[in-house]
C-alpha cells in the first residue's frame, strides 16, 4: 500500500534530480518513506536518493515496489502550479498509479519494477572531502563548458581547484580554505570526470545551497546533497576518467 500528499515543489525536487540519470525509476516505499536507487544506461554515474516520511504532508506506505515513468510524472508537475499539494496513490490491483492535481485526475500505467535496474551501490570512500557552496560550482561549470569536455578536480590541505584545458584554453576556479564550509585532506588529490555527466548531477540540486565532495585519486567522485528541505538526502557516485600519459 502507498498513499501520500506531497507539495509540488517537493515532487519537483526530486523529478529533476532522478531525470539526470535515468528515464524509469524503481520507487521502493516503506513505512518510513522512499527509496531510489539509479544507474544511468553507460553505468557511468548512479544515484541513491532517501525521501522520509517527514518530507509529506501525509504518508502512509508498507513495502512495495513501483516501477514509474519519469516523463509522465513531469507532465503531471506541467499541470500543477507553485503550492500546489498533489495526492498519489498506487492502486496494486489495477497497477496504477494514481494523482490527483486540483480537479484533475491522472491514472498512470506503471512500469514493472522487475524491468528496472536494481544497482548495488558500491562502497566509495575517498580520502578527501570539501563542503562546497553551489553558487560557486556553477560558475565553474559555466566556465568550463566551452573548454572542454572533461574537469578536473583537486583537494589540498589549502584549497579545493576546478580545471578544465582545451586545445587552446583553459579555465581554473580556485576556492581556498576560507572559501570553504568545511575542507578535510591530509595530501594533494586529484581525478578527471566527463563534464557533461558532471555538470547535469550539479545543475539538478535545485535546493541545497552547499554540497559535500568526496574526492581521491582516480576514485569515483561521490557528492552528497540534501532535499526537500532537509527531509530527505541523496548522493550521485561518478566514475573516472583515466588521465591519458
Not at 492502486?91 to 491522472?106: E, H, M, P
Not at 528496472?116 to 570539501?130: E, F, M, R, Y
Not at 573548454?147 to 576556492?175: A, C, K
Amino acid at each position: 500500500m502507498f498513499k501520500a500528499r506531497i507539495r509540488m515543489e517537493i515532487l519537483r525536487e526530486l523529478v529533476e534530480v532522478i531525470s539526470t540519470l535515468v528515464s524509469e525509476v524503481k520507487l521502493s516505499v516503506s513505512k518510513d518513506g522512499i527509496d531510489v536507487k539509479a544507474v544511468d544506461p553507460s553505468h557511468v554515474a548512479m544515484l541513491v536518493l532517501k525521501l522520509n516520511k517527514g518530507a509529506f504532508e501525509e504518508f502512509t506506505g508498507e513495502p512495495t515496489e513501483i516501477g514509474i515513468d519519469v516523463e509522465k510524472l513531469k507532465e503531471v508537475l506541467r499541470l500543477s502550479k507553485p503550492g500546489d499539494v498533489l495526492d498519489l496513490q498506487f492502486d496494486g490491483g489495477k497497477n496504477r498509479l494514481v494523482l490527483k492535481v486540483g480537479k484533475l485526475t491522472r491514472h498512470m500505467a506503471i512500469v514493472d519494477p522487475a524491468g528496472i535496474t536494481d544497482p548495488k551501490v558500491p562502497n566509495v570512500s575517498p580520502p578527501g572531502l570539501a563542503v562546497v557552496k553551489m553558487d560557486d560550482l556553477r560558475q565553474g561549470i559555466r566556465g568550463s563548458e566551452s573548454i572542454s569536455d572533461h574537469v578536473t578536480l583537486t583537494l589540498e590541505p589549502e584549497s579545493f581547484t576546478m580545471h578544465s584545458e582545451g586545445e587552446t584554453d583553459r579555465v581554473d576556479l580556485s576556492l581556498p580554505k576560507a572559501a570553504l564550509s568545511k575542507l578535510e585532506v591530509k595530501e594533494p588529490v586529484k581525478s578527471m570526470y566527463p563534464l557533461d555527466f558532471f555538470s547535469s548531477m550539479v545543475k539538478s540540486i535545485t535546493t541545497s545551497p552547499e554540497v559535500t565532495l568526496h574526492l581521491g585519486n582516480e576514485y569515483p567522485l561521490k557528492i552528497e546533497f540534501t532535499v526537500a528541505d532537509g527531509k530527505g538526502e541523496g548522493r550521485f557516485l561518478l566514475a573516472p576518467r583515466v588521465e591519458e600519459d
